[in-house]
């Protein structure tokens, strides 16, 4: 067997993973809490005085590019002002790839207060008592959250970061206050300040790909009022995932049961509200080694159901990686029912995309629906009360591109319907 040097070693026969080859801390800084006492009135001058300065440095001494990404957490901090005065403490963050260079720093937050009195100019003299305090427990936030992305880090390379603390006022107060300073306070406790940088590998070991599920094959049937038995489609194998679209469009779309072993993965109009109404019920299960030949779906009364079963092969075996979307149309009885029916875009990555449409009409009629393209038709029914049709697409977009189905002729007495879309990912190679 080959092994990568750069990501696993075999030391004496022992297969194990790099310890670059995972989440790490790699530098950390640190400066503890001071407290700034300031006067509560003075000349009119504003204060800009520096408190923290934490600068580390880590370099990258793997092989590979490494993402890193920043922490900083800020300790308690408090800052209380007399009179008119107003100030905060500022942080601000930088970094740098450039060997000795030093970070420029970004503003990220500013924590302090002031008071408004009312009182300003020519006669703003003698201002009363009123101090203003705040204070705010530690937080942690990210580094450089105004940067979108981590920070990769090339073999050899040095990232240099560097956080800043300092106490800015805005406006300090100029003359005397009235009553004078005894028991005011202007003080400024700063609170700690730690950063941390963590680094992870860039990519993965191996370049994982996903590859496109294929439909091996489908078969179908339909009833009304009695269980609709649908043979197992040919060329099934062990592992292939199996998928049953289940529709009917009268009694309660409870009624609609699936053997044992189904899971279901996706409906529409399953409620006690839709009683009489159009259903959609999705099981899906994956193929053992012992399968029967035919699978039975429960069914409601009088309902017309119609069963497609599809066996997909190369499927992701895990079912919350699929994503699944379904919208119903209701128009009321005066209302004329669109003959065209919109399947819900998905914005999800996906390699085999299966939508469908399903309406109901009157039995005077007979209807048709037209699968569009780019979809290849799975199946399609055209029954006494309702008429279905499916399709799939390999390596849809993202999101899934527009589809509609449109039915031969506009359905009467309600025309309801339901479209549905399930993306499916391939497994994993």
Same mark, same amino acid.
């Given at each position: 067997?080959?092994?990568?040097?750069?990501?696993f070693?075999?030391?004496?026969?022992?297969?194990?993973?790099?310890?670059?080859?995972?989440?790490?801390?790699v530098a950390?800084?640190?400066?503890?809490?001071?407290?700034?006492?300031?006067?509560?009135?003075?000349?009119g001058?504003?204060?800009?005085?520096?408190?923290?300065?934490?600068?580390?440095?880590?370099?990258?001494?793997?092989?590979?590019?490494?993402?890193?990404?920043g922490?900083?957490t800020?300790?308690?901090?408090?800052?209380?002002?007399?009179?008119r005065?107003?100030g905060?403490?500022?942080?601000?963050?930088?970094?740098?790839l450039?060997?000795?260079?030093?970070?420029?720093?970004?503003?990220?937050?500013?924590?302090g207060?002031?008071?408004d009195?009312?009182?300003?100019?020519?006669?703003?003299?003698?201002?009363?008592?009123?101090q203003?305090?705040?204070?705010?427990?530690?937080?942690?936030?990210?580094?450089?959250?105004?940067i979108?992305?981590?920070?990769?880090?090339a073999?050899?390379?040095?990232?240099?970061?560097?956080?800043?603390?300092?106490?800015?006022?805005?406006?300090?107060?100029?003359v005397?206050?009235?009553g004078?300073?005894a028991?005011?306070?202007?003080?400024?406790?700063?609170?700690?300040?730690?950063?941390?940088?963590?680094?992870l590998?860039?990519?993965?070991?191996?370049?994982?790909?996903?590859?496109?599920?294929t439909?091996?094959?489908?078969s179908?049937?339909h009833?009304?009022?009695n269980?609709?038995?649908?043979?197992?489609?040919t060329?099934?194998?062990?592992?292939?995932?199996?998928?049953?679209?289940?529709?009917?469009?009268?009694?309660?779309?409870?009624?609609?049961?699936?053997?044992?072993?189904?899971?279901?993965?996706?409906?529409?109009?399953l409620?006690?509200?839709?009683?009489?109404?159009?259903?959609?019920?999705?099981?899906?299960?994956?193929?053992g080694?012992?399968?029967?030949?035919?699978?039975?779906?429960?069914?409601?009364?009088?309902?017309?159901?119609?069963?497609?079963?599809?066996?997909?092969?190369?499927? =992701?075996?895990?079912? *919350? @990686?699929? /994503?699944f +979307?379904?919208?119903?149309?209701?128009?009321? $009885?005066?209302?004329? #029912?669109?003959?065209?029916q919109t399947?819900?875009?998905?914005?999800?990555?996906g390699q085999?995309?299966i939508?469908?449409a399903?309406?109901?009409?009157a039995? =005077?009629?007979t209807? *048709? @629906?037209? /699968?569009? +393209?780019?979809?290849?038709?799975l199946?399609? $029914?055209?029954g006494q #009360?309702?008429?279905?049709?499916?399709?799939?697409?390999?390596?849809?977009?993202?999101?899934?591109?527009?589809?509609?189905f449109?039915?031969?002729?506009?359905?009467?007495?309600g025309?309801?319907s339901? /479209?549905? +879309?399930l993306?499916i990912?391939?497994?994993?190679v």
């Amino acid at each position: 067997m080959t092994v990568d040097p750069d990501y696993f070693s075999d030391t004496a026969g022992a297969l194990a993973p790099r310890t670059w080859n995972q989440l790490r801390q790699v530098a950390t800084g640190y400066a503890n809490s001071v407290t700034r006492q300031y006067p509560p009135t003075n000349t009119g001058l504003n204060y800009d005085d520096p408190i923290h300065d934490v600068t580390v440095k880590w370099t990258n001494d793997t092989p590979i590019d490494q993402k890193v990404y920043g922490l900083v957490t800020r300790g308690g901090c408090q800052v209380t002002l007399q009179a008119r005065s107003r100030g905060y403490l500022l942080s601000q963050h930088g970094y740098t790839l450039t060997d000795d260079a030093v970070p420029a720093l970004t503003a990220v937050s500013k924590v302090g207060t002031g008071v408004d009195l009312a009182l300003g100019g020519i006669l703003g003299s003698n201002p009363a008592y009123a101090q203003a305090e705040y204070r705010q427990h530690s937080v942690t936030m990210p580094f450089l959250p105004d940067i979108p992305e981590w920070i990769t880090v090339a073999p050899g390379q040095t990232i240099t970061a560097r956080v800043a603390v300092r106490f800015q006022s805005a406006y300090w107060e100029s003359v005397a206050i009235d009553g004078g300073v005894a028991f005011t306070r202007s003080v400024v406790v700063s609170g700690d300040t730690r950063l941390d940088l963590f680094a992870l590998p860039a990519r993965s070991v191996v370049e994982a790909a996903r590859v496109t599920p294929t439909v091996v094959g489908e078969s179908h049937a339909h009833d009304i009022t009695n269980p609709v038995t649908v043979t197992a489609v040919t060329g099934t194998q062990p592992g292939d995932m199996l998928i049953a679209l289940v529709v009917n469009q009268f009694d309660s779309g409870r009624r609609i049961t699936a053997p044992a072993g189904w899971t279901l993965s996706g409906s529409n109009g399953l409620g006690d509200w839709f009683f009489g109404d159009v259903h959609l019920a999705i099981f899906t299960k994956m193929a053992g080694d012992n399968e029967p030949g035919s699978y039975t779906f429960g069914n409601g009364f009088l309902a017309e159901q119609y069963v497609s079963l599809i066996a997909v092969r190369d499927a =992701s075996p895990l079912r *919350t @990686e699929w /994503t699944f +979307a379904s919208q119903m149309t209701r128009p009321q $009885f005066w209302e004329t #029912a669109d003959t065209n029916q919109t399947v819900p875009a998905i914005d999800a990555d996906g390699q085999l995309l299966i939508a469908l449409a399903y309406v109901a009409h009157a039995t =005077s009629q007979t209807i *048709t @629906e037209t /699968t569009p +393209a780019p979809l290849t038709e799975l199946s399609a $029914f055209s029954g006494q #009360a309702s008429s279905f049709a499916a399709g799939y697409l390999s390596e849809p977009s993202r999101p899934t591109p527009e589809l509609v189905f449109t039915a031969s002729d506009t359905p009467q007495y309600g025309g309801h319907s339901i /479209t549905a +879309a399930l993306l499916i990912p391939g497994r994993w190679v």
